[in-house]
């Protein structure tokens, strides 16, 4: 069967969808937007403008709304979509909080009809390369990983500062680096610790710090920035035998492994105003004279292929029932739920045990 989408909310994201969609062959039947000039451009690029939502509901050949709006309206236009016997897709946030995902999903359950979200972090690199280290141990057993993403520029756009409609970073980034963190450590979260920042002056956080502990023992700490001009590495993980980085969305970084087991003691090195055996660089670069690296070997990091497009294929066979959603609602609401904790842990100063009510998803 040709499967049919509708586009709700032609911003970034609804361009973008429509774009990627219609290079895959896979047909948009139009776009619905409240913006006049959202829609002018859409009929300008040849597409069909429903005049509202109950049009594109009532469009019996078009089977799948693709929900691009600000974050507030996700959980009415994707109840309107599944009442209407479409499948629904959303941009994330999947909806503002747990609830509304709860109420989602059974009304996706009620109308069998799917409920995906457009999860797209899980296909970037940096995470892949790091899951895929962190499981075959290429530096041992990971005690500790570091996810981040840094910027300048403040907080984007109108509706991402208003709190009543989904603004704040939490919303914006929380939910794809957090979402990767569940993923890659196959254990449930033990407490969740978080330090949301307002620097900025704005009603919503423009950065936050969460500190997470799972119940295998490894350690997490996801944070964003929005007033950071100098940008830390977007993962640092720590195993019991080496050190691994990404530094940049280019795909800098490396991997500092130990080669033998038995270390000789160390030797005291001046170090600033002071001299120290603890801090003692592995790899010192002598410029044209040496380069020593003491009992460690540096590696490329290793390389994962991606397409993004396998996320609009595994939608599509996710509703033909070829396949199971690459992107489970299960583990968007557990993300939601971890995050929620995040809030109520900044709120109240205090570390939320989560131990008991979280269960680790693979997908
Ligand atoms: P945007 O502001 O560029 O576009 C949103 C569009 O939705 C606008 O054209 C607006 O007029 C329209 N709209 C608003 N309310 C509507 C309604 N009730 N019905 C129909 N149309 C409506 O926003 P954006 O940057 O494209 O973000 C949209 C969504 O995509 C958000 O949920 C955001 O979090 C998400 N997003 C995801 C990624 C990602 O990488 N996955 C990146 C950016 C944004």
């Not at 609830?99 to 059974?106: F, G, K, L, S």
């Not at 489970?328 to 205090?350: F, K």
């Amino acid at each position: 069967m040709q499967h049919r989408f509708v586009i709700v909310g032609y911003g970034t994201m609804g361009f973008t969808h429509t774009r990627n969609l219609t290079a895959l062959g896979i047909e948009v039947a139009g776009i619905v937007d409240i913006d006049p000039v959202a829609r002018d451009e859409a009929a300008e690029a040849g597409l069909h403008v429903y005049p509202d939502l109950d049009a594109a509901c009532a469009d019996d050949t078009a089977d799948v709304l693709f929900i691009c709006t600000p974050n507030e309206v996700h959980r009415p236009i994707a109840l309107a979509g599944l009442a209407a016997g479409k499948h629904v897709v959303t941009e994330k946030p999947a909806m503002l909080g747990s609830a509304e995902i709860e109420e989602v999903m059974a009304a996706a359950e009620a109308a069998d009809r799917r409920f995906i979200v457009h999860q797209n972090r899980r296909w970037d690199e940096d995470y892949l390369v790091m899951k895929e280290m962190f499981e075959a141990r290429t530096i041992g057993e990971v005690t500790f990983i570091e996810t981040r993403v840094d910027g300048s520029r403040g907080i984007p756009g109108d509706w991402r500062r208003d709190p009543e409609r989904g603004g704040g970073m939490v919303l914006d980034w929380g939910v794809h680096l957090v979402d990767r963190l569940l993923l890659m450590v196959p254990a449930p979260v033990r407490t969740v610790y978080a330090r949301l920042s307002y620097a900025l002056g704005a009603p919503v956080e423009d950065g936050f710090t969460i500190y997470l502990t799972f119940a295998n023992g490894v350690e997490a700490l996801a944070a964003c920035t929005t007033d950071n001009y100098a940008p830390r590495p977007k993962f640092h993980m720590t195993g019991r035998r080496g050190t691994a980085t990404v530094d940049d969305w280019e795909m800098h970084g490396k991997v500092v492994r130990r080669v033998e087991d038995v270390e000789p003691d160390a030797k005291p090195i001046v170090a600033g105003k002071g001299m120290t055996k603890t801090m003692a660089p592995r790899i010192v670069d002598y410029g044209k004279l040496a380069k020593v690296q003491d009992n460690v070997e540096v590696l490329p990091l290793p390389r994962v292929e991606s397409d993004i497009n396998d996320f609009y294929r595994n939608v599509i066979a996710a509703i033909e029932g070829t396949a199971e959603p690459a992107v489970t609602t299960p583990s968007v609401l557990r993300c939601m739920r971890v995050l929620e904790a995040a809030r109520r842990s900044h709120e109240q100063d205090v570390v939320v045990d989560l131990s008991g009510t979280d269960t680790y998803l693979a997908s």
